[in-house]
């Protein structure tokens, strides 16, 4: 802490840092603002579900791609679309800011969709419906303006998933208690839009596609979009909008030029004597110092203090006269803390890759079943709405049994802590995709015993991989936002789809070397055209190995992890 001297020479500055910080409350809080970005996120899943949930489907009735190829391309449209919203929160964050980042996403988005609709209305724009067993593939054309289109649309949505949650938060002021109880709510119901979307599509949508039309299908998403866009641009004169505040990398730069440049320098044995920096030199704008740790030492270079850089105030604190040279100790931290969270990310890809089967591999599985029960024909697809309903009730058991038995035998008011949740959930990913493989098994002897399973037979391997989901999901985005230095929370934030986007990219991949390997000699190989003549039993038996070694992996890192600590003050500054 410094003197009161230089105390009271710090408060123009802080009180010009929260007055710029609150320019956007001015504006008098309304319900409709958080109303409408509720609203849009709801049409927007809709939207979006309806293109994502059944294109597999779509891929291989309509433009008659192969088993192997469909589960590449929508591994890879899907990796990209969770790829987007990472380069969407830099520029939100950076350059364009929040409003200004969904305003110009919904361009792309809405062109993306329409064209997808227009190539199911326009006959010259698929290929010519299968006579018998003889299925024309798709010209190469036709794979362009539909794939282009695809990815309009993954442009689109990576903007608005970046920017809307933010956005939405945005409208509470903090420090008003009343805005800061309904933020809470907010949050809420801003995740029950999300599943309500995903439901009413996985549903609805995806029956009209199979059972009606392909074109109306798409068009339902077009609509729903275009009403959400309205609605949104509607509502711009009552939104609290921030402008963006720069580049939180620079600070992270600066420590790894800074460690380089003083690789040969000495770190004192007394962590004490480190650049600890004012409140007034803190990169994270939010006055809030971290405590030194020991791991990266090679980093705390950057924090040592010699002549060179140092200047002196007229208090006799010391300032960093070559922010290049010399950085703080909790600049330091900041990217230590970087660092440490890498380990537990790339474990959140390969899981990320597991649940991934859910859009994939699960729904051709539960395509070559008997998808009729009772009178009701169901779409493989829309059990991923199924799951959505399990999530809800997983949430509910989770709160109500798990977190009050897991409180009384750990001590802990949160139950479990967020790597141990997040450590359940990628343990449950293991029997979720043993029970698949098994399912598979069964059903090729079925089949090969003239019958066939019930669709229904799926549901155990979707009410796994949703209870996987509520313990590790949320848990994750907690910590990635918890764990991460106050000015990177968004970036840090967009980790999570990050790591999905890296997981679709990993299942494509592996699915394109299973293809090549199962194949060789003229095999059909473990995912042919029909799956009655393959293996897909085998694949995911290999995925249930996979997830289980991602599991070890992420125990070792966990265990050993060290959680973000704040500083305590000291009397002296340096």
Not at 154 to 163: L, Q
Not at 501 to 515: F, P, R
Request: aromatic share 12%.
């Amino acid at each position: 802490m410094g003197s009161t001297e230089s105390g009271d020479a710090q408060l123009p500055l802080l009180h010009h840092q929260v007055s710029e910080s609150n320019q956007h409350y001015t504006k008098p809080f309304t319900w409709k603002a958080p109303a409408l970005i509720l609203a849009f996120e709801f049409l927007e899943s809709i939207a979006f579900a309806g293109i994502s949930l059944n294109l597999v489907v779509y891929l291989g009735t309509v433009l008659h791609g192969t088993t192997a190829s469909n589960a590449a391309n929508v591994d890879t449209w899907n990796g990209t679309t969770f790829l987007t919203p990472v380069l969407g929160a830099f520029l939100a964050d950076t350059y364009w800011g929040k409003y200004k980042t969904i305003a110009i996403s919904i361009i792309f988005y809405l062109i993306g969709l329409l064209v997808i609709t227009a190539s199911a209305v326009i006959p010259s724009l698929q290929p010519a419906p299968c006579n018998g067993s003889s299925c024309p593939p798709a010209t190469g054309f036709q794979y362009f303006v539909f794939f282009a289109a695809l990815y309009l649309v993954s442009i689109g949505t990576g903007g608005v998933k970046s920017a809307l949650l933010p956005f939405g938060a945005d409208q509470y002021n903090d420090s008003n208690l009343e805005e800061s109880k309904k933020k809470q709510s907010f949050f809420s119901l801003f995740f029950i839009a999300i599943n309500l979307g995903v439901f009413i599509s996985g549903t609805v949508v995806v029956w009209i596609q199979q059972n009606v039309a392909w074109s109306l299908g798409f068009g339902i998403s077009s609509i729903c979009l275009v009403v959400a866009t309205v609605a949104f641009l509607a509502g711009t004169p009552v939104y609290r909008v921030q402008l963006p505040s720069g580049s939180p990398l620079k600070s992270v730069i600066m420590v790894f030029v800074a460690s380089f440049k003083k690789r040969k320098v000495e770190v004192p044995a007394d962590r004490a004597l480190l650049y600890e920096g004012d409140d007034a030199d803190l990169s994270n704008g939010q006055l809030v110092k971290l405590a030194h740790t020991d791991g990266f030492r090679c980093l705390d270079k950057a924090a040592v203090v010699f002549e060179e850089v140092e200047e002196t105030k007229e208090d006799g604190s010391i300032s960093c006269g070559h922010p290049w040279l010399l950085c703080s100790v909790t600049q330091v931290e900041e990217v230590k803390i970087l660092l440490r969270m890498v380990p537990i990310w790339v474990t959140s890809v390969l899981y990320a890759a597991s649940l991934g089967q859910t859009a994939t591999t699960f729904v051709q599985q539960g395509n070559a079943m008997n998808t009729r029960i009772g009178s009701l024909s169901v779409p493989a697809a829309s059990l991923n709405s199924a799951e959505v309903i399990f999530m809800m009730v997983w949430v509910v058991f989770q709160d109500s049994v798990v977190v009050p038995i897991a409180r009384r035998y750990t001590g802990n008011p949160s139950g479990l802590t967020q790597l141990q949740r997040m450590g359940v959930g990628r343990l449950l990913a293991v029997p979720a995709l043993a029970v698949a493989a098994m399912l598979e098994t069964w059903r090729l002897r079925s089949v090969r015993a003239g019958g066939n399973l019930s669709i229904a037979w799926q549901l155990p391997q979707f009410v796994i991989l949703a209870c996987s989901d509520v313990f590790c999901g949320i848990a994750q985005l907690e910590f990635f936002y918890s764990e991460a230095p106050v000015s990177m929370r968004s970036l840090c934030s967009a980790f999570s789809f990050l790591a999905l986007s890296l997981g679709y990219y990993v299942n494509s991949l592996v699915v394109s070397v299973i293809a090549v390997v199962t194949t060789a000699g003229g095999a059909k190989g473990w995912l042919p055209a029909d799956l009655n003549d393959g293996h897909l039993d085998y694949y995911f038996w290999l995925w249930t190995g996979i997830s289980a070694l991602n599991f070890v992996v992420y125990a070792a890192f966990a265990n050993n992890y060290t959680v973000k600590r704040v500083a305590v003050p000291h009397s002296h500054p340096r």
